[in-house]
């Protein structure tokens, strides 16, 4: 299945531990999908070496050539002021401008199709499937209520690397004025007016888990992400609400699949 490849990005040391449980969570599913890192400068090389060592292939990658404005635009301070996140807290090592890193997924053209998993996901199951899905693929952006089935969230995406497609996004991407208040995720749903939809289960985020209680289903959830708190912060206000959930990362984590039978359903 060279063809095809799970592809994360990591841009710290928080970041690539969570890949790490990612990276291990993909190998328990049994896929002979390639597993690619895509890093930028930030990433210690004893971390790297970390990631290297699960078998996974590591992939360079500098931020984008943006201009001075965009940055400025979009650095954490300026951004989280324009566009605060009320819902949910981003902790200190998010980095806005990082996350446009993503787009040169697109210039991994060795590859026909690549399924983009954020470095703070997990996947419980096989999910092999969504190679077949078409450009651009991406779950709902649901957490809160059913209202928020409009929004799409780029923590999941299928997507067909090309570089006419990459000289697009780029020209699209900067231009006068341009502000993106959730930097990929919007940049993306814009691009993309017609995005195809996964269902919301191959990207369950994780405040459904006390929000909407009744959506989570461990038969069906395939992919769990953590989109605000990170599981493997040493505290954090939600802990105690998302325990169980911080349990399965960290057993990804040790490299031990949690067991299916014993997982409980929210409520």
Same mark, same amino acid.
């Given at each position: 299945?060279?063809?095809?490849?799970?592809?994360?990005?990591?841009?710290?040391?928080?970041?690539?531990?969570?890949?790490?449980?990612?990276?291990?969570?993909?190998?328990?599913?049994?896929? #002979?999908?390639?597993?690619?890192?895509?890093?930028?400068?930030?990433? &210690?090389?004893?971390?790297?070496?970390?990631?290297?060592?699960?078998?996974?292939?590591?992939?360079?990658?500098?931020?984008? $050539?943006?201009? /001075?404005?965009?940055? #400025?635009?979009?650095?954490?301070?300026?951004?989280?002021?324009?566009?605060?996140?009320?819902?949910?807290?981003? =902790?200190?090592?998010?980095?806005?401008? /990082?996350?446009?890193? %993503? !787009?040169?997924?697109?210039?991994?053209?060795?590859?026909?199709?690549?399924?983009?998993?954020?470095?703070?996901?997990?996947?419980?199951?096989?999910? /092999?499937?969504?190679?077949?899905? =078409? #450009?651009?693929?991406?779950?709902?952006?649901?957490?809160?209520?059913?209202?928020?089935?409009?929004?799409?969230?780029?923590?999941?995406?299928?997507? %067909? =690397?090309?570089?006419?497609?990459?000289?697009?996004?780029?020209?699209?991407?900067?231009?006068?004025?341009?502000?993106?208040?959730?930097?990929?995720?919007?940049?993306?749903?814009?691009?993309?007016?017609?995005?195809?939809? !996964?269902?919301?289960?191959?990207?369950?985020?994780?405040?459904?888990?006390?929000?909407? =209680? $009744?959506?989570?289903?461990?038969?069906?959830?395939?992919?769990?992400?953590?989109?605000? $708190?990170?599981?493997?912060? /040493?505290?954090?206000? %939600?802990?105690?609400?998302?325990?169980?959930?911080?349990?399965?990362?960290?057993?990804?984590?040790?490299?031990? &699949?949690?067991?299916?039978?014993? !997982?409980?359903?929210?409520?």
């Amino acid at each position: 299945m060279s063809r095809f490849a799970y592809v994360t990005l990591v841009t710290n040391a928080e970041y690539a531990l969570g890949a790490k449980a990612l990276i291990n969570s993909l190998k328990m599913t049994g896929t #002979q999908a390639d597993i690619a890192v895509l890093h930028t400068g930030g990433v &210690a090389d004893s971390d790297l070496a970390m990631l290297r060592a699960t078998g996974a292939t590591l992939v360079e990658g500098s931020l984008l $050539e943006t201009s /001075d404005e965009f940055n #400025q635009r979009h650095q954490r301070d300026r951004l989280h002021a324009n566009a605060p996140f009320t819902r949910g807290n981003k =902790p200190a090592f998010h980095t806005p401008l /990082d996350n446009f890193v %993503k !787009l040169r997924l697109w210039e991994m053209q060795h590859y026909e199709t690549c399924v983009f998993l954020d470095a703070d996901t997990v996947v419980m199951r096989n999910i /092999d499937r969504l190679f077949a899905y =078409p #450009q651009f693929s991406a779950a709902p952006n649901v957490y809160e209520s059913l209202a928020d089935f409009h929004r799409m969230n780029s923590g999941v995406f299928v997507a %067909k =690397p090309s570089a006419v497609t990459f000289r697009a996004m780029m020209a699209a991407l900067d231009t006068t004025g341009a502000f993106w208040p959730r930097t990929d995720q919007t940049f993306l749903q814009h691009f993309f007016p017609q995005w195809h939809g !996964l269902p919301v289960f191959d990207n369950m985020l994780q405040y459904v888990w006390f929000n909407m =209680p $009744e959506l989570w289903d461990w038969a069906s959830v395939n992919v769990v992400h953590f989109q605000y $708190e990170k599981p493997w912060q /040493d505290e954090h206000p %939600k802990a105690e609400k998302l325990q169980p959930l911080i349990d399965i990362w960290r057993s990804f984590e040790q490299g031990r &699949a949690p067991d299916p039978a014993t !997982l409980r359903n929210p409520g």
